[in-house]
């Protein structure tokens, strides 16, 4: 392939709990035809994670255009991660101390015979740069991007600069501490993510007395006029706007993007959230918030992970 005839390309990498997914990607769009997912799980052992992610990395690779070049790799994972050593070890897999950047660089070397550069990130530092460069913050120096899913997940970008912060787990926005009054051992819900994921406000629902049982039950319910399926929908959405409020006194960021299977509960849940971050923000300059929808859905962990690779 000459040199002149070629273009860059990016490959990304995303780890999760239930797969790994690879893509080539070129300015910040998912190349067709290059995407392709291998399941991980809590069965994942060290050995099976290895072969899932060549699986995918030499899939994406065999079906790259043939004048794409491949100028480097990013990828992005659950974590915590540790972005210097380059390493993983995710919660909700049976591994630690992963070394998942090495197996995407030997992987990249042994197909197509020389080093790439690869970048390892957080999932949600890859969502925030996606958002941030090319959806729903791309208008704005400064951003957070929140997941509410079965988690509560996040990123920061200032200034137009992702924060990894010093091992790369920077954004765990799902972990603010909305009440610090009970004993540090108790057996409470207390951070965002334990308020507001999608599972903790179904079982929230279920001790008051709903029947349902999933979110799906919970948006159709609270869709159909149930209390109690409508109110679990504004105590999450409550605990998100909380979380902003406190990440806006800190962080000095106005514009908060919002995404996840979860976040679309109800149709007005990013209005919820964004009534409830300005009616919990103490400073002026967090009355004027602004919550907003992802607009990259299911492409934001790629495309920010190939971010990663072309700053």
């Not at 480097?72 to 991660?81: K, L």
């Not at 197909?111 to 957080?122: F, K, Q, R, S, Y």
């Not at 990440?247 to 990013?270: E, H, K, N």
Request: aromatic share 2%; glycine share 12%.
């Amino acid at each position: 392939m000459s040199e002149t005839t070629s273009w860059p390309c990016t490959l990304a990498v995303d780890l999760g709990g239930t797969k790994v997914e690879a893509a080539l990607v070129r300015g910040g769009t998912v190349l067709a035809g290059t995407r392709h997912r291998t399941p991980t799980g809590r069965a994942a052992d060290a050995a099976a994670l290895t072969a899932a992610v060549e699986d995918v990395v030499r899939r994406t690779l065999a079906s790259r255009p043939a004048a794409a070049r491949i100028d480097g790799a990013g990828i992005g994972s659950a974590g915590p991660v540790d972005r210097h050593a380059g390493t993983i070890s995710p919660l909700n897999l049976p591994v630690a101390d992963f070394p998942l950047a090495a197996v995407v660089s030997e992987t990249l070397r042994e197909v197509l015979g020389e080093d790439v550069p690869v970048t390892l990130a957080l999932d949600g530092t890859c969502i925030a740069l996606a958002e941030a460069r090319h959806g729903a913050a791309r208008d704005v120096a400064s951003s957070v991007s929140m997941v509410v899913s079965t988690g509560v997940g996040g990123g920061i970008v200032l200034n137009g600069d992702v924060v990894p912060g010093d091992s790369g787990n920077a954004g765990h926005v799902g972990q603010l501490r909305l009440s610090a009054t009970a004993p540090v051992d108790s057996a409470r819900e207390d951070t965002v993510e334990e308020i507001a994921s999608g599972p903790a406000s179904v079982r929230w629902a279920q001790a008051q007395g709903w029947t349902g049982e999933t979110g799906e039950d919970l948006s159709r319910d609270a869709a159909a006029g149930d209390g109690l399926a409508r109110a679990a929908i504004v105590r999450s959405a409550t605990a998100v706007g909380q979380g902003i409020a406190s990440m806006g006194a800190l962080l000095d960021v106005r514009r908060y993007v919002i995404g996840g299977g979860f976040s679309f509960v109800s149709d007005d849940y990013v209005q919820l959230v964004q009534d409830a971050a300005r009616a919990a923000a103490v400073l002026p300059a967090s009355h004027v918030t602004e919550v907003v929808r992802a607009e990259l859905g299911g492409d934001a962990p790629l495309v920010g992970a190939a971010c990663l690779a072309t700053p």
